[in-house]
């Protein structure tokens, strides 16, 4: 499943929120080996109707009773071996009271004949409305996590593995697409029927279908069908979004070591789907926002990893199960790192090893703002609350150090060991240690101690000085995570970390620093591997000569914080000289610390030379950094970058400029277009941002307003990116009644969806400016529109409720909380609560002070500026 990026800034609490218990698999009456579900969809009352036969071999004799998940489904009969049952049921479990008790080892046939009218969830129906007649009918389901027990009664947990078979009658010309293979399809009158069977088991939470009036592309791998479902007229967007599959089944199935096992590989595109896409055995649903048209394509890589990630279930988490969701990231975290391997396959090593930074950042930056918990426990109020950056991309980094510590060569036969051991069968994170032992006779127990049944990272501050005298380098680290160093060296209960890191040294052959031609070719490193367990511990390293630079974690494998306290020269050396882009972005960070013109003059060369696209697009972040005024040069260089998102970094940089040179510079992006959309919509939002600081130039916001209301009524267009990133600016205006207006009017049904969601959420930022009269008008839309059930308008409700400073806005969200069936909406809006009453209580006083402290910072940095220039004319 890929889900979604939310979006948090609160301090750090924990994660079990208040209702949290232990969760197991229940006790198992038997095995269960197939359920077939026979269906008839009725699309225009939006119901259906059919039965559900399970068939069950019981563990032991005497069993009386069989329970199953069944949530608000209308039970109609239940028999077994073709006799009636009697039975309970309460509208979330089925009891069915056998009129013979259980044989061991005798299979029994359990059919239940059920109803479902407009059902909320599990199953989804999908139809035009007055305020949208273009949306398409579409009926698709989600399982996971336990939401398959919304749609057919069953026994709802990963533990319990079954084939599956599902026949459904649709009207004509709808197509109706299930797991494994189509073995019938028959017409009768004006409605079809489709037979698929799936012979491989698999659980339930992955059984699925997909309706609608498909167009259907084939593409094949090695005489395995390969499709892609997308609503008609968007045929050459499914290509340019999921063409390269065929080539990632060849890969996936070379890199885990066991050829795709299912018989076909569908993929279809639905409307409104709440995930980003979920893998479905042999049949995946992904959300049609990642289809791509031919300018998006440009610069959008997240539709490619989406179609990777959902393909490198299909054998973990499909073919190879887990048990139970508390052991989630073993398939999350998988399909997480294959984005990464894919990423390497595809476009080199550089970018790979950015992706996974960039993946390191989401894990990071849940752990800073929202809670920090061991990947692995079963203490939690809903199993979805599981499905967060530690399962995902955290997950992916311990896979990655798992690599790094076998090689290359041990980890790859270690995975394969794990798949072909495990296939078509269930697994906990022991089986995957298991594995790695009988692969490599390597035991990791403490790798998985640190990182997975523990929360954490360390957070390293390197210093390093020289000592010509005796030719030693001294490297300081200490594991700043740790706050004393009382509680000694004793890892597994005081917070610190013991790994094997190793340290470069760097020569840079023709030692002049200020050319930077041939990189890595002219560097050389020499590398020493030291263990680092303590809160600080100094090493000294003999060397034949002072190194250029340092490298600290050479390849950046270990999941970390790095703060680098080396001289400047050896900052700049690194960001020139090291091979490794990871090493030189930690580099332009720790010089952009360091400030001063020196500091700008090298990042604007890196900004300007450096070979990789992402170093440059991190060097633009740092520029704007160093908070001075000469940093504006350096950007301005960086807009005509050929890669473009490295322009949309230094758009973003001009825009925390704010000042007139960047609005002057942001002005014609904003005017005149991208060929990217991500950077016009950046430009224009960067442009409000700007213009909301120029106070002394009032005449710059009816200037901004102009152009917005111009690009929303002319720049419609893929994913609604520009106009988004217009509605966007608009919430930088917050004193602004026009702006709010113009937020207002995006916010009515029948705005295209990605647009009305944008302004919903902008309605948050906008209101910390606006009197209280607007600020009443702004609730009261929000509370309307909280009412709403897509689950999508309800996560932009909860954003904007929880960016807002006033406690009405608690008690929408309160009520939210309490109405919602999603738990992912649930748990936001609780802590979006928290959040609001943590902003509301800080004391006015405080504000206050906060204000004037940024107003000093921002005369700091106008003197800083002008005293650096004059100290550069005096040399
Ligand atoms: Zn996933």
């Known amino acids: 499943m890929q889900n979604f990026y939310f979006d948090d800034d609160n301090g750090r609490k924990s994660f079990e929120l208040p209702g949290a218990r232990p969760h197991y698999n229940p006790d198992r009456p038997g095995q269960v080996e197939h359920i077939f579900l026979d269906l008839a969809l009725d699309l225009p009352t939006q119901s259906y109707c059919g039965s559900c036969t399970t068939r069950i071999t019981p563990v032991c004799n005497g069993i009386e009773t069989l329970m199953l998940d069944a949530v608000n489904l209308h039970i109609d009969s239940v028999q077994v071996n073709n006799l009636n049952q009697a039975f309970d049921y309460d509208d979330e479990r089925l009891s069915v009271h056998l009129s013979q008790p259980t044989q061991a080892h005798q299979s029994i046939e359990l059919r239940i004949e059920y109803h479902v009218e407009q059902p909320q969830r599990g199953l989804y129906f999908i139809a035009p409305t007055p305020d949208y007649p273009h949306k398409p009918v579409q009926v698709w389901t989600q399982g996971e996590d336990e939401d398959s027990r919304y749609w057919f009664p069953c026994f709802d947990y990963p533990g319990q593995l079954a084939t599956s078979e599902i026949r459904l009658r649709v009207p004509k010309p709808y197509v109706a697409i299930s797991n494994g293979e189509l073995i019938a399809t028959h017409d009768e009158g004006d409605a079809k029927i489709y ?46 979004t999921m063409g390269k599959t065929p080539e990632m089944l060849e890969f996936f199935s070379q890199t885990f070591g066991y050829a795709y096992p299912f018989p076909k590989y569908a993929q279809v595109c639905v409307e409104d789907f709440i995930f980003g896409g979920m893998e479905n055995t042999s049949t995946t649903l992904l959300t049609d926002r990642c289809l791509l048209d031919e300018r998006a394509a440009l610069d959008n890589r997240a539709a490619e990893a989406l179609v990777a990630h959902e393909l490198a279930h299909q054998w973990f988490g499909d073919l190879v199960v887990i048990k139970h969701w508390s052991h989630a990231w073993i398939k999350e975290g998988m399909a997480t790192y294959s984005e990464v391997l894919w990423t390497d396959h595809q476009y080199g090593a550089e970018e790979a090893a950015y992706y996974r930074l960039n993946e390191t950042r989401n894990y990071l930056s849940e752990d800073a703002s929202r809670y920090r918990r061991p990947i692995v426990t079963h203490i939690y109020r809903e199993a979805i609350e599981l499905y967060d950056r530690h399962l995902y991309e955290k997950g992916a980094c311990v896979y990655h150090m798992i690599r790094a510590v076998l090689g290359d060569e041990l980890f790859f036969k270690a995975i394969h060991t794990f798949v072909q051991d495990n296939a078509h069968k269930t697994v906990e994170t022991v089986d995957l240690l298991r594995a790695i032992d009988k692969a490599t006779g390597r035991n990791l127990q403490f790798l998985f101690d640190q990182f997975v049944f523990r929360g954490g990272h360390p957070d390293y501050k390197v210093a390093y000085s020289w000592d010509s005298d005796s030719n030693l380098a001294k490297i300081t680290v200490t594991q700043t995570q740790v706050k004393d160093s009382k509680n000694g060296s004793s890892s597994s209960n005081s917070g610190l970390f013991d790994l094997k890191i190793p340290i470069g040294f760097g020569k840079h052959e023709n030692g002049d620093l200020h050319t930077n031609q041939i990189r890595s070719s002219s560097s050389s490193l020499q590398c020493f591997t030291v263990r680092i367990h303590e809160r600080e511990q100094t090493f000294y390293f003999p060397l034949t000569e002072k190194p250029t630079f340092i490298s600290f974690d050479v390849g950046n494998h270990t999941l970390k914080t790095v703060v680098l306290e080396y001289p400047i020269a050896e900052l700049k050396a690194q960001l020139q000289h090291d091979p490794d882009p990871i090493s030189r972005i930690y580099a332009a960070e720790a010089l952009a610390k360091k400030g001063g013109l020196e500091a700008v003059k090298t990042l604007s060369a890196a900004l300007k030379e450096d070979p990789f696209w992402g170093v440059r697009a991190e060097v633009a972040k740092q520029l704007a950094a160093v908070k001075l005024d000469q940093a504006l040069d350096g950007l301005l260089a960086g807009l005509s970058d050929p890669h473009p998102k490295v322009r949309r970094s230094v758009v973003e940089a001009l825009s925390g400029l704010k000042t007139a040179a960047s609005y002057a510079a942001l002005k014609p992006i904003a005017e005149q277009g991208d060929a990217s959309y991500y950077v016009e919509a950046a430009a224009i939002t960067g442009l409000c941002a700007v213009a909301s600081i120029q106070l002394d130039n009032p005449s710059q916001e009816e200037e901004v307003l102009t152009l917005v209301r111009s690009i929303l009524q002319t720049r419609s267009g893929w994913n609604e990116t520009v106009r988004s990133g217009a509605i966007s600016g608009l919430s930088k205006l917050k004193t602004s009644e026009a702006a709010l207006n113009l937020i207002l009017e995006y916010t009515v049904s029948g705005t295209p969806q990605a647009l009305r969601l944008a302004a919903i959420r902008a309605l948050g930022a906008i209101s910390t400016g606006q009197n209280n009269v607007n600020l009443e008008r702004i609730l009261v839309r929000l509370e309307e529109l909280s009412r709403e059930s897509l689950f999508l308008t309800q996560v932009s409700v909860v954003t904007a409720l929880g960016q807002m400073e006033t406690s009405k806005a608690i008690g929408i969200l309160q009520a939210l909380a309490d109405q919602t069936p999603d738990g992912r909406v649930r748990r936001l809006a609780e802590e979006a609560v928290q959040r609001v009453q943590k902003r509301i209580g800080k004391d006015q006083a405080v504000k206050k002070l906060q204000d004037e402290l940024e107003q000093l910072k921002k005369d700091n940095q106008e003197l800083k500026s002008r005293l650096e220039t004059l100290e550069a004319k005096s040399k």
């Open 195 to 240: 037979h698929w069977l799936q012979k491989q088991v698999h659980p339930t939470y992955l059984m699925a279908i997909a309706v609608g009036d498909f167009a259907e592309l084939r593409d094949d791998w090695q005489g395995i069908p390969v499709t892609y479902y997308v609503e008609k007229g968007r045929e050459a967007d499914a290509r340019r």
